[in-house]
Each structure stands twice: as structure tokens, then as C-alpha cells.
């Protein structure tokens, strides 16, 4: 079994595949959304949205309160860990109409979907072309076996290629590109959809705050 594992692992091959992936992708990407791709690995297993949501949704009660006690000019002091939330507060403490928020928090998401896009299609494009350069490697090792059919020594090795890079192609493809695209699609799915959560309950609480009965209401008591 061993013997066999070893068999699997070329490394020159192995190097050539990733190189010839890691340019398509480029090409295909950027280099910035290439780097944004690779730091994204980080969080993929660490992050938790049901967690960041449930954080959320208690910053935002506390966020609530204080807007309804001491005005929207303070809300910034609720304290929290995440950096959207922390944002969020300092803008809605500093906005003195609803509709800035709106734009805002609108264009925040807008563009931070964005980028989780770019990121899912770079491992997509690793996904699809490992396929297709593990192919082009079984075609350039059958054309060595074609061309080397009176040098039976020579057999070996072109068949070793022409099989060895459409497995590494099939396993980069479905067992790791494959699946980070799916995860970090799920992720940001989730993660997007709390952030708007937030977003639109920060922009209820500074309209009913900005509201005219609202503002007669607190001058009366003033």
C-alpha cells in the first residue's frame, strides 16, 4: 500500500500542475484577487457566521437602547468585537441623516459581495482548470508513449505522466478547489446576510430617532 502511495507522488509533475493552474488562475483573476483568495483560507475553517450573528443581534439591542436614552450621537460607545458592527456604530453616531446611513451601509455590502465573488470565482477557476491541464498532461505523456513505442524503457515514464497529472488534476479539482469555493460561497452568503440584518436595524433606529414627532417629542422634554 505504501509502495502505491509513493507511486502517486511526483513532485516535478506535482509542481508543474500547480505552476500551470496558478497561472491560469492568474490570468484568469488578477493578481490581487489571487492574494485576496489565498489570505481567505485563514478564517475558512475558524469562522463561525452563526456566532457573528448572534453577537450582532445583542450589540444591536444594546445599540437600541442607547440610541432610545441618550440619542444616535452615542451610539458609537456600545463596545464590540467585530469590525463591521464597530463601523457601523461610529457611522450611525455620525450621520445626521437616515438616507447617509442608507448609502452607506449600501455600498459597504455592495462592494464587500463584490469581493466574495472574486475570491469564489479564483478557486472556481482553480477547480476548472486543473481538469483541463491534467488532460493536456495525459495528452503530452500518450504523445511520448506514441513516440516512444520502440524504446520499451521509455514506456514507463510516459504512461506514469499521461496518468499521474489527470489524477492530480481530478483531486485539486473536487478535493480541495472545489470545496473551498463552496465553503467560502457558504460563508459569505451567511456572513453578508447578518451584516445586512444589522444594517437595516441601525437604519430603522435613525430614521425613528431623525423622525420629526421624534425630534418635537425630545424638545419638549429638553
Not at 142 to 152: H, K, R, S, T, V
Amino acid at each position: 500500500m505504501l509502495a502505491i502511495f509513493g507511486h502517486l507522488f511526483d513532485p516535478v509533475t506535482l509542481l508543474a500542475m500547480l505552476a500551470g493552474i496558478g497561472l491560469v488562475a492568474l490570468f484568469q483573476n488578477g493578481v490581487g484577487a489571487m492574494g485576496r483568495a489565498f489570505a481567505a483560507l485563514r478564517p475558512l475553517l475558524r469562522a463561525d457566521p452563526a456566532r457573528d450573528r448572534d453577537a450582532a443581534r445583542a450589540a444591536m439591542l444594546q445599540i437600541d437602547q442607547v440610541a432610545q436614552l441618550r440619542g444616535l450621537s452615542c451610539t458609537d460607545r456600545v463596545k464590540t468585537a467585530n469590525i463591521f458592527l464597530t463601523d457601523a456604530a461610529r457611522k450611525l453616531a455620525n450621520c445626521d441623516r437616515s438616507e447617509a446611513f442608507e448609502l452607506w451601509a449600501t455600498q459597504l455590502l455592495a462592494d464587500r459581495a463584490q469581493r466574495h465573488a472574486a475570491v469564489h470565482r479564483v478557486w472556481l477557476s482553480i477547480a476548472d482548470a486543473a481538469p483541463a491541464l491534467g488532460m493536456a498532461g495525459t495528452v503530452i505523456g500518450l504523445i511520448g508513449m506514441f513516440a516512444a513505442m520502440d524504446d520499451p524503457a521509455a514506456l514507463g515514464p510516459a504512461m506514469a505522466l499521461a496518468l499521474l497529472t489527470t489524477f492530480y488534476g481530478v483531486v485539486i479539482a473536487n478535493m480541495i478547489a472545489a470545496p473551498i469555493a463552496a465553503r467560502l460561497a457558504d460563508l459569505s452568503e451567511r456572513e453578508l446576510a447578518w451584516q445586512r440584518e444589522a444594517a437595516d436595524r441601525m437604519l430603522a433606529i435613525a430614521r425613528r430617532e431623525n423622525a420629526p414627532l421624534r425630534r418635537a417629542a425630545m424638545r419638549e422634554v429638553a
